[in-house]
């Protein structure tokens, strides 16, 4: 069978008991990035056979890796941090155990959205979550539909592009709209920044921007 194991987004202790115990029993743990999960196994001397499996190789490993979990193998699929298959690989190799009647369990656990969304304080009762925006192609698009959306909206994004993201949004949603940007979180420097677009947009311009991102912004009025 095939487990889907969350690991923690930052800080390492935000890992359940359950997670521990399927992966110190697994026949092969799949991860994302070997020496990102291996600081992560290594913490609580977990020593099993390690094997990639990341968007550039997924294509090509799926089909095979149902076939060993079809002749007895129990394998655990791990993300570089958070729950497998949100803005992460995971789909193809579900898709592919489903498809052979391959038994597929997700444990609950750590993913960033839902804390950038508590933290926000936006309305969470009803939110969409986009995981990445489109680099090139159709991001303008994107950002015209998300101009309409009434729900809260939550994306992530990279240092890199912080600023270039919360100025397209505020040309796209107006200056004046709610969001919160949240970063590091989990870990010792954990930063929410509530506020106006505009507001939020400068508070980052005169800083540099580091840890990993996520944008919670307010839907249309």
Do not use: W
Not at 101 to 119: D, H, K, S, Y
């Amino acid at each position: 069978m095939l487990y889907l194991v969350p690991t923690p987004i930052g800080n390492l202790g935000d890992i359940t008991f359950r997670a521990i115990e399927i992966l110190k029993n697994a026949d092969l743990i799949l991860a994302e990035d070997t020496r990102t999960s291996s600081v992560l196994l290594n913490h609580y001397g977990i020593h099993k056979q390690l094997s990639t499996y990341h968007q550039h190789n997924e294509h090509r490993v799926a089909v095979h890796l149902a076939a060993q979990m079809t002749a007895g193998k129990t394998m655990a699929l791990l993300t570089d941090a958070g729950t497998p298959g949100i803005s992460d690989p995971a789909y193809l190799l579900i898709k592919e155990c489903i498809k052979n009647n391959i038994e597929v369990q997700c444990l609950p656990g750590a993913t960033a959205f839902v804390p950038a969304l508590l933290n926000s304080g936006l309305p969470m009762n009803s939110f969409c979550f986009e995981g990445f925006l489109p680099l090139k192609k159709g991001r303008q698009t994107f950002f015209k539909k998300m101009a309409l959306e009434e729900r809260t909206m939550i994306f992530y994004e990279s240092p890199m592009r912080l600023l270039r993201t919360l100025r397209e949004s505020i040309d796209y949603f107006g200056g004046e709209r709610q969001c919160c940007v949240s970063r590091e979180l989990s870990k010792k420097f954990e930063e929410n920044k509530r506020g106006t677009l505009q507001e939020v947009f400068d508070y980052f311009s005169a800083k540099p921007v580091k840890g990993e991102i996520v944008i919670v912004i307010g839907g249309k009025p």
